[in-house]
């Protein structure tokens, strides 16, 4: 990263269940989907630790998003932008997501199958 000059961007990444692949590769303890009180504790404690971003990830090809309820209240307590990730295959989806205060959404196994979903999706979330 310094050889290239990159910009690092300290990222609070906090993986929720079902948490697929990712979840089992880095062994992470997933926080509860019917939590989101850890889960809003947590990036409340990133950004005070100098994050400056926090990203919720469900996973590649998660089954369900992250909880709009979640997104909602973890973006009530922090002041940095909100990533969300995983599960995201519909524009209802990512609208609810937007809705509920996503800032950045992360999309993967949806475009891969479906590019052209890609747009409807967009679509969706600027309305």
């Known amino acids: 990263v310094k050889k290239t000059g990159i910009e690092p961007i300290p990222t609070g990444y906090l993986v929720v269940e079902p948490g697929e692949t990712v979840g ?3 062994e992470a303890d997933l926080i509860p989907r ?9 990036s409340l404690a990133a950004q ?11 996973g590649s090809g998660s089954p369900e998003t992250i909880a709009p309820e979640m997104v909602g209240l ?3 307590v922090i002041d940095i932008p909100l990533i969300v990730g995983g599960g995201i295959r519909s524009p209802d ?8 205060g996503a800032d950045i ?3 993967g196994t949806i475009i891969e199958k479906d590019k052209e979903k890609l747009f409807d999706i967009i ?5």
């Open 74 to 76: 973890v973006k009530k």
């Open 24 to 26: 089992w590769m880095g």
């Open 123 to 127: 679509k969706a979330i600027k309305n």
């Open 34 to 42: 019917k939590k989101p009180q850890i889960a809003a504790a947590y």
């Open 105 to 107: 959404f992360v999309t």
């Open 93 to 100: 989806a990512a609208k609810k997501l937007a809705m509920a």
């Open 48 to 58: 005070y630790l100098g994050m400056r971003l926090v990203y919720l990830e469900a």
